[in-house]
Structures are given as structure tokens and as C-alpha cells.
């Protein structure tokens, strides 16, 4: 079983910037391939970004990239997602995913767990 802790969402003005953080435990990181999506109230959620076990492989959502990056530290179990360029529209519950392969994907379904999710809100 894998747990999944977000941490560093928050309330932030469009330009700014923010760094979600997303600690694993119960396995090791270096055997999930991992992913970010989000949801915005009334709508479905939807891929951000995903990330290969070793990290050598990165995809992005047209809609952020350029904007996010997404890096993993397997010694310390946590994936981190660095936001800037914040838009209004940015503004979801972030949610961390996991899944015990070396091939990230970008489906919901590919992925057996999930964070908690944080808050991000962007103001304009």
C-alpha cells in the first residue's frame, strides 16, 4: 500500500508562483511512476503531469507547460511540482498519483493511488 501527502498548496496572485510537494510512503518512489492532475469546482478531473520512475521521461498538459515543472527526489520519497506563472484558471485541487510501473500515463484510471489533494487558488 502507498500513501500519498500533498503539502504547499495555498492562495497565491496570477504571476506568482508555488511549489506542491508530494511525500510517498509504503514503497519506494524509485518503483512508482508518477503523476499530478487537478480539479476545478464543476469540472472533471484532469492531467497535469506525469513523470517516469527514474524521472527521465516528463510529460505536460498543454495547458501548463512552459509554466510547470515537475521533478521527483527519490532519496527522500517526494515529488515536487514547481508552478509559476500562475493564471486564474490554475486554480483545482492538486492531486498526487502513483502507479507501481516505470511508465507514467495520463489517464485517471492507470493510476491505484491518490493524495488527499491540496488547494490551489489563484487570484486575478
Known amino acids: 500500500q502507498v500513501q500519498l501527502v500533498e503539502s504547499g498548496g495555498g492562495l497565491v496572485q496570477a504571476g506568482g508562483s508555488l511549489r506542491l510537494s508530494c511525500a510517498a510512503s509504503?514503497?519506494?518512489?524509485?518503483?512508482?511512476?508518477m503523476g499530478w492532475f487537478r480539479q476545478a469546482p464543476g469540472k472533471e478531473r484532469e492531467f497535469v503531469t506525469s513523470?517516469?520512475?527514474?524521472?527521465?521521461?516528463?510529460y505536460y498538459a498543454d495547458s501548463v507547460k512552459g509554466r510547470f515543472t515537475l521533478s521527483r527526489d527519490n532519496a527522500k520519497n517526494t515529488v515536487y511540482l514547481q508552478m509559476n506563472s500562475l493564471k486564474p484558471e490554475d486554480t483545482a485541487v492538486y492531486y498526487c498519483?502513483?502507479?507501481?510501473?516505470?511508465?507514467?500515463?495520463?489517464?485517471?484510471?492507470?493510476?491505484?493511488?491518490w493524495g488527499q489533494g491540496t488547494q490551489v487558488t489563484v487570484s486575478s
Open positions: 513523470t517516469n520512475w527514474s524521472g527521465g521521461s516528463t
Open positions: 498519483a502513483a502507479r507501481p510501473a516505470t511508465i507514467s500515463r495520463s489517464t485517471i484510471l492507470s493510476y491505484d493511488y
Open positions: 509504503g514503497r519506494t518512489l524509485s518503483s512508482l511512476a
